[in-house]
């Protein structure tokens, strides 16, 4: 704590979200935002009834992957995410300022809440959406990689980065329809070199931000063509307009 204090006194810290300075017991986020986060609650229980497996298998995040992943064991996103908005820098520190710090501890602020609904309850391993090897040299790490080792400290499950591989990137998802996104992902995906060892687990796939769902989906049909596998997905944001 002196320590932290110090360094707070030379190199300030400031909250993303509303620019005053950080205290020392606060991280990435000030006490007065992080109570304001736009979360989807997807995790609590609502009108007396608990939180099932059906809660994350049928909520409307969820539902976006009904069509084009069949398959999907749950879903869940930690926050409602606006492009643009106050709270959107939060995420826009950890992509594109370098801030990877803040994308650890929003992981672990996440899992920490959303834990004793169950939701991870029976997950073997948490799966980053991998970035080609040119953005993650650009970047210096990846973001959701760091969101899930934020969620391995709270729940104590491995991350694995080398079970499924991005062999190209063709250009952001941002300025497409929703009919264009999924070609723009077919096929950039891959097994990596430790895919085997999937076979027979539940794999859950971090990502940071989904809009339409259709990168993370293409990601997660990659992972199921390991025989017996389940696989699920968490998000910190999902875009709401």
């Known amino acids: 704590m002196l320590l932290r204090s110090i360094l707070d006194f030379l190199l300030p810290r400031y909250c993303p979200v509303c620019k005053n300075k950080l205290q020392v017991e606060e991280k990435a986020i000030c006490k007065s935002c992080l109570s304001d986060?736009?979360?989807?609650?997807?995790?609590?229980p609502r009108n007396g009834v608990g939180?099932?497996?059906?809660?994350f298998e049928?909520?409307?995040?969820?539902?976006?992957?009904?069509?084009?992943?069949?398959?999907l064991t749950k879903a869940i996103a930690f926050l409602?995410?606006?492009?643009?908005?106050?709270?959107?820098?939060?995420?826009?520190?950890?992509?594109?300022?370098?801030?990877?710090?803040?994308a650890v501890e929003m992981g672990r602020l996440a899992a920490e809440e959303i834990l004793p609904s169950g939701f991870f309850d029976g997950i073997d391993a948490l799966v980053p959406?991998?970035?080609?090897?040119?953005?993650?040299?650009?970047?210096?790490?990846?973001?959701?990689?760091?969101?899930?080792?934020g969620i391995s400290l709270v729940t104590g499950i491995p991350v694995e980065t080398r079970y499924v591989i991005r062999r190209s990137f063709k250009g952001s998802?941002?300025?497409?329809?929703?009919?264009?996104?999924?070609?723009?992902?077919?096929?950039?995906?891959?097994?990596?070199?430790?895919?085997?060892?999937?076979?027979?687990?539940?794999?859950?796939?971090v990502d940071d931000v989904v809009t339409t769902g259709a990168t993370t989906a293409a990601c997660a049909k990659v992972v199921l063509q390991i025989p017996q596998?389940?696989?699920?997905?968490?998000a910190l944001g999902h875009t709401t307009h």
């Open 129 to 149: 959406l991998p970035l080609t090897k040119s953005r993650y040299r650009d970047r210096g790490y990846n973001q959701s990689e760091r969101l899930a080792y």
């Open 51 to 55: 939180v099932g497996e059906k809660t």
């Open 58 to 71: 049928e909520g409307n995040f969820a539902k976006m992957f009904w069509t084009r992943l069949p398959e």
């Open 229 to 234: 596998t389940k696989v699920s997905i968490f």
């Open 173 to 205: 998802q941002t300025s497409l329809s929703k009919i264009e996104r999924p070609d723009n992902v077919k096929d950039v995906f891959c097994l990596g070199e430790k895919a085997d060892d999937m076979y027979g687990k539940h794999i859950l796939i």
């Open 37 to 44: 986060l736009p979360r989807t609650r997807q995790w609590q």
């Open 80 to 102: 409602n995410f606006r492009p643009k908005s106050e709270i959107a820098e939060i995420v826009y520190d950890f992509k594109y300022r370098g801030m990877k710090d803040t």
